[in-house]
């Protein structure tokens, strides 16, 4: 039984689209995370919720808007999506705010054509 | 703000060699220094996470130091198999709930 799913594994879409990543979490933690791999390959934090309340938002343009309708899962909507866009997002949990071990989901990887 | 750097940034070694994966850090005010593995098309899976208090952690064959002082992380894997062929990555936990990841260390082992 998958501890942190995402979905879609796998999005292709044009430019100006707008959609959306979802993530689920079964561990019963109260902090999730949205993390950007991009081609190089550095991952970089974008969004941090702890109990539905965001606590992170690292300067990240405000076509992307996570929501988070309760503690166990956290979604990542994207409008006006642009070419820049195209990376692995990976959405990770732990179990609560404040260093303690995440665990990470398998990837969506986002390609904008 | 915090800077995490990995060296090398691509290894290969033969199957049964000991060998160490670098990782500094510049801000050395940090609650914890976790190492991670990331397979292919995978998410990461955490492998060791040390404390600010603490020197290393231990895990099977792996082993992890840390030296808060200099900055400085290491891990260090035991009799290498071809089965530990990933991409390494640490991060360093700071204050404002946030990981900063270094860029990874592609080690390939081969048989």
């Known amino acids: 039984d998958t501890a942190v799913s995402q979905t879609p594994k796998y999005l292709v879409t044009q430019m100006g689209n707008d959609k959306s990543i979802k993530c689920e979490q079964n561990?019963?933690?109260?902090?999730m995370y949205w993390y950007k791999q991009d081609s190089k390959k550095f991952l970089k934090i974008m969004f941090s919720?702890?109990?539905?309340?965001?606590?992170i938002n690292e300067t990240v343009p405000n076509r992307f808007s996570p929501k988070s309708p309760d503690k166990a899962h956290l979604n990542l909507h994207i409008n006006s999506l642009e070419l820049g866009d195209s990376a692995v997002y990976f959405c990770?949990?732990?179990?609560?705010?404040?260093?303690?071990?995440?665990?990470f989901g398998a990837g969506t990887r986002l390609s904008v054509l | 703000k915090q800077e995490v750097t990995q060296i090398p940034a691509a290894l290969s070694v033969p199957e049964g060699e000991n060998l160490v994966l670098n990782c500094s850090f510049t801000?050395?005010?940090?609650?914890?220094l976790q190492w991670f593995r990331q397979d292919p098309g995978k998410g990461l899976t955490s492998l060791l996470l040390i404390q600010s208090s603490q020197r290393e952690q231990t895990s099977g064959r792996l082993n992890a130091s840390l030296d808060k002082s200099s900055g400085r992380s290491t891990l260090y894997i035991a009799a290498s198999q071809p089965g530990d062929s990933a991409t390494y990555l640490c991060a360093a936990y700071n204050a404002g709930n946030m990981l900063t990841f270094g860029g990874g260390t592609r080690l390939m082992v081969k048989p």
């Open positions: 801000d050395s005010a940090i609650y914890n």
């Open positions: 990770a949990s732990s179990q609560v705010a404040g260093g303690f071990i995440q665990y």
């Open positions: 919720y702890n109990n539905k309340e965001l606590i």
């Open positions: 561990l019963g933690h109260d902090t």
